[in-house]
Nanobody, 124 residues
Framework: QVQLVESGGGLVQAGGSLRLSCAASGRTFSMHFMGWFRQAPGKEREFVAAISWNGGTTYYADSVKGRFTISRDNAKNTVYLQMNSLKPEDTAVYYC?????????????????WGRGTQVTVSS
């Protein structure tokens, strides 16, 4: 079982940056691919970014490509999401997720474990 706890959310002005962290419990973190998803009020949860178990492969939604960077530190059981050039439309609750596969890393149903989320609010 993997438990995930997100942190680093907050209120930031448009154009600013935030770094989200997701700390995982358990000894199998390095065997999981990891993803970040987000959900804005009244909208469905959507894919943001994902990273393979060894960090060798990353995927990004078109809406964040070039602005967000996902990374992981398996020694610290932590995955990060560096968010730059934030826009008001990035406002959402951001969720960390872990999966063992098989599955496509940009698909929500590929993930078995989810955190409770952290709020990111970008003011204009």
């Amino acid at each position: 079982q993997v438990q995930l706890v997100e942190s680093g959310g907050g209120l930031v002005q448009a154009g600013g940056s935030l770094r989200l962290s997701c700390a995982a419990s358990g000894r199998t973190f390095s065997m999981h691919f990891m993803g970040w998803f987000r959900q804005a009020p009244g909208k469905e949860r959507e894919f943001v970014a994902a990273i393979s178990w060894n960090g060798g492969t990353t995927y990004y939604a078109d809406s964040v490509k070039g602005r967000f960077t996902i990374s992981r530190d398996n020694a610290k059981n932590t995955v990060y999401l560096q968010m730059n050039s934030l826009k008001p439309e990035d406002t959402a609750v951001y969720y960390c997720a872990a999966g063992r596969g098989p599955g496509r890393l940009w698909v929500l149903s590929s993930y078995e474990h989810w955190g409770r989320g952290t709020q990111v609010t970008v003011s204009s």
